[in-house]
C-alpha cells in the first residue's frame, strides 16, 4: 500500500512562508492528483490545492490562489506546497491527499500562523 510522508508544517508569523512536502512510498499505483485538504479548528475539512499529473494542472481554492504554488514530481512520486503571505485564517492541519482509484492521506501536518 501507498503511504504519504508530511513534512513541513510549523509555526510562522503573518505575511511568513512555509512549504509544505508530502512523499508517497510504497509499490505504484495509479493516481489521477495529488494535493491537500485542510481543516481549522471548527470548521469543516476543506480542499486547497492540487495538480493533476495528466497535463500538469493546478488547481487551488479561492481563498489561497495567487498566494500558494503546488507542484511536483511525478516520477518520484512527490509534491510541494509553497505556501507565502500566510495569514492568521490559514491556520490548519493540512493533509495530502491522492486522488485515484485508491484514495491516500497524510498524516496531517499543523500549520499555525500567528498575527
Known amino acids: 500500500q501507498v503511504q504519504l510522508v508530511e513534512s513541513g508544517g510549523g509555526l510562522v508569523q503573518a505575511g511568513g512562508s512555509l512549504r509544505l512536502s508530502c512523499a508517497a512510498s510504497?509499490?505504484?499505483?495509479?493516481?489521477?492528483?495529488m494535493g491537500w485538504f485542510r481543516q481549522a479548528p471548527g470548521k469543516e475539512r476543506e480542499f486547497v490545492a492540487r495538480?493533476?499529473?495528466?497535463?500538469?494542472?493546478?488547481e487551488y481554492t479561492d481563498s489561497v490562489r495567487g498566494r500558494f504554488t503546488i507542484a511536483g514530481d511525478n516520477a518520484k512520486n512527490t509534491v510541494t506546497l509553497q505556501m507565502n503571505s500566510l495569514m492568521p485564517e490559514d491556520t490548519a492541519v493540512y493533509y495530502c491527499?491522492?486522488?485515484?482509484?485508491?484514495?491516500?492521506w497524510g498524516q496531517g501536518s499543523q500549520v499555525t500562523v500567528s498575527s
Open positions: 491527499h491522492i486522488w485515484g482509484p485508491t484514495t491516500y
Open positions: 510504497g509499490r505504484p499505483v495509479s493516481r489521477y492528483a
Open positions: 495538480i493533476i499529473w495528466r497535463g500538469d494542472i493546478t
